[in-house]
């Protein structure tokens, strides 16, 4: 799973909108990897900038959680 981690921000980081959402995907769920909000945010911001509609949505989920959480 490694090298397929490794592979896939190889890609993000040529401009892979989609790998840059996978690894927004698996790093907020922590499928192969452990989970981590702020790397997925950023992998998903990337892939906002560049208009992808999941990781627009993805986004705001997230940030309506965060201020879910802070309300209770």
Do not use: P
């Not at 993000?12 to 790093?27: N, P, R, S």
């Amino acid at each position: 799973m490694e090298e397929r981690i490794i592979d896939l921000k190889n890609k993000a980081q040529e401009g892979d909108v989609h790998a840059q959402t996978y690894l927004g995907y698996i790093y907020e769920v922590g499928r192969g990897v452990s989970r981590q909000l702020r790397e997925s945010v950023q992998w998903y911001c990337m892939a906002a900038e560049s208009g992808n509609e999941y990781a627009i949505e993805a986004l705001k989920v997230l940030e309506s959680r965060k201020h879910l959480k802070k309300e209770q």
